[in-house]
């Protein structure tokens, strides 16, 4: 055997292969190619270019194939050990700082005095092992700086952890799902480190399953499970890390349901009624306010008075934007929230509960600031005058629907019946504007027993239509009328919009389930604008939302601007500055209106499954598709759709069904129709 390295026949060599070193032995050089044999007993032709810069030994090149075989092993081997014993963070302290590459031969020279083939071959593998200190660029080796080691390093670390952590939280995850399928397995147990990345990433996907950044790691980490679009609640719900019933469309909002939010705002809170206090001026009127009984934040009132000249009605609306500090981080979080939730499992509201239920809202026995617009009126409901102020009022008191229905019914005349007279007019001017109004019945679900995984209740809320319509008549006259004059002051408002054709036959009240569904199919959404443009189904020709300034951020914006206006204090913005605010408030009024839309209709389709087997509901045939029939449920105020052929052959408009539902699934909002029965 010779030990002067030459690349001939019977020379033992090295290449890479998927990044690793191969020792192979040549048996032919043919020009610019290699034929080698591998320890793996493999016949192969390669390039020149792919010999690593370390050969020989020389053997015989007349070797039988298993010398040759025994000679791999044995140098291989031999390499392995020798690559052990060398200690390339040593030779790097050396090397740095000397020269930022060297070829093998330079290298040697630190460790050996007289380097063997094999221990320069073992010195090669270390340094192509080392990746965070060395670099391979063929022939040399480059010797990477202080900072980049300490880069690359880190980088390491992390590859290494999301490895780990990608192994064990596939078998994590599998055991996760399997729990949740019901079926025994051992879960494994996770680390702190384990439990904290996993639940991260779990959160992540739940609460923004578009997230880039955790794409890729959650692909991983998931092969083999099913995909499913909720995956990441069941395996979160699995675990025990969010409920049964988590409300995933609350943190996809980023909507902190909880009223300790207002905590670290008390200071600003606490500054604010200070401000107010200090302009408080003497009572302009004395009002009363229409709510439900369990309404905390009352932000509308009034007074009317009536003669044989018409009406002088005087409406109070509450002014949370006094003395406010728009940019503050107090402004900053209200917007986000941008308005309150009112859900079956409670209410969360837009404002700091000491501001939006105590000192802003209009409560009996209280002196509050206002907006106040007094509405001159003739004896048919024609708008003479309006004339708004900002002033104080005194709240007489806090009348009920149910209350203000009775006493209609009951006494013979007084102001609710004056009002009750006006709200008429109103409407019937509206109608002659082509307004569309839905009488519908109005359900309330109502959570009982476990909070964790309460019993679903539909109770019908008592009918009170002349209530309600002086309320939403006498709301829908003042963002008319405050409309109107942001264009006759050149103030700047946000204008709420539907430019749609309607059918002339649309206009009046409707009640029954078909016309109902017809008329909706022929809606359009509205759409938060700051150009006034028409609202169809309302009858308006600008429509500026200003009366729920304590629940919506839209009517808070747009009291602001009404106030600063009248008192020339305060923030005012122009058209343009309203523009560019715009975007943001539509983002936040579609991402919050999406849980007050869906949460209701989960815990609605959470009655059906909760109630299915036993119980049967009534519907009307709205719709008698080719295929698809939409049956409305009024007493649930939904619309769901079934196969022609459950029905029958002879199916009209209005046909009055007794349905069975099958399978219920309130996370993706299915239910089906299973039977059906005509009813008388």
Known sequence: MSTTPTLQPGCIMEFLQDNQPVTAWVLDVQGPRLRVFTAGQRELKLPLSRVLPWIGPQCAAGSSRQDMLDLLRTHNGRRERLAEAVDALEIWDLAQGEVDEAEIDWFASLVFEAPSPDQMAALGRKLLQTKTHFKFSPPKFEIYPQETVERRQEE?????????????????????????????????????????????????????????????????????????????????????????????????????????????????????????????????????????????DIDDGFTLTRDESGFCLRLALACPCLGWEFGSPLDRAVQHRFSSLYLPEGTSHMLPGELGTDFFSLCSGHERPALVITFRLNPEGMLISCCPEVSWVRIKANLTYTGVENEIATAAEGMLHDARDLARLLRQARIREHAVIMDQPDPRLVLKGDPADPQVEVVQSESTPEAQMIVSEFMILANKAMGAWAQETGTALLFRTQNITLPAESAGVWSEPTDIYRIINNMGPSILECEPRRHATIGAKAYAPVTSPLRRYSDFINMAQITARLTGRGRLLD????????????????????????????????????????????????????????????????????????????????????????????????????EAWEEE
């Open 575 to 674: 058209q343009a500055e309203l523009e560019n605010l715009l975007p943001v408030l539509s983002s936040r009024a579609e991402l919050v209106g999406q849980v007050q839309r869906m949460r209701p209709r989960y815990w609605k389709y959470e009655y059906f499954r909760q109630n299915h087997k036993k119980m049967r509901w009534s519907g009307v045939i709205v719709d008698s598709g080719s295929v698809l029939v939409t049956i409305a449920l009024p007493d649930l105020q939904l619309f769901l759709k079934a196969p022609r052929k459950i029905f029958g052959d002879k199916i009209r408009l209005g046909q009055c069904f007794s349905i069975r539902i099958g399978k219920v699934d309130p996370l993706n909002n299915e239910i089906k129709i299973v």
């Open 156 to 296: 390491l670390r992390k590859a290494q952890e999301r490895e780990r952590l990608v192994g064990f939280g596939q078998v994590f995850l599998k055991g996760l799902w399997d729990i949740f399928c019901k079926r025994k397995n051992a879960l494994p147990q996770p680390d702190e480190e384990q439990t904290t990345r996993i639940r991260e990433l779990l959160m992540t996907r739940l609460c923004n399953p578009d997230d880039r950044d955790s794409d890729a790691l959650w692909k991983t980490m998931s092969q083999g499970l099913p995909e499913e679009p909720h995956l990441p609640l069941y395996l979160a719900q699995a675990w025990g890390i969010v409920p049964l019933h988590f409300n995933f469309h609350l943190c996809r909002a980023q909507y902190d349901w909880e009223p300790g939010w207002a905590a670290p705002h008390a200071a600003a809170v606490a500054a604010q009624r200070d401000r107010v206090l200090e302009g408080r001026k003497e009572p302009v009127a004395e009002i009363v306010t229409i709510d439900s009984a369990t309404t905390q």
